[in-house]
């Protein structure tokens, strides 16, 4: 664990994190289902840094 980061085997490398969050699970079931059907489900975490690259450029954040 790094600056309170809890890092995967091999990550560190590639700059990512494993983290948990706490989701209403109908909400969480709803959004899997759309992210499967529209770009896989391989892809989940995908969509989810860029949900979160989007709320940061729109509330005046900045992102590399």
């Known amino acids: 664990m790094l600056n309170g980061l809890q890092y995967t085997e091999g990550e560190r490398d590639v700059g990512k994190i494993k ?8 909400l969480w ?3 899997n289902v759309i992210v499967i059907q529209k770009v896989g489900g391989r892809q989940l975490s995908n969509v989810i840094e ?3 690259k989007d709320y940061i450029k ?3 954040g900045m992102h590399k």
């Open 29 to 31: 079931k709803n959004f």
């Open 19 to 26: 983290t948990t969050i706490n989701v209403d699970e109908e």
């Open 58 to 60: 729109k509330n005046g």
């Open 50 to 52: 860029t949900l979160i």
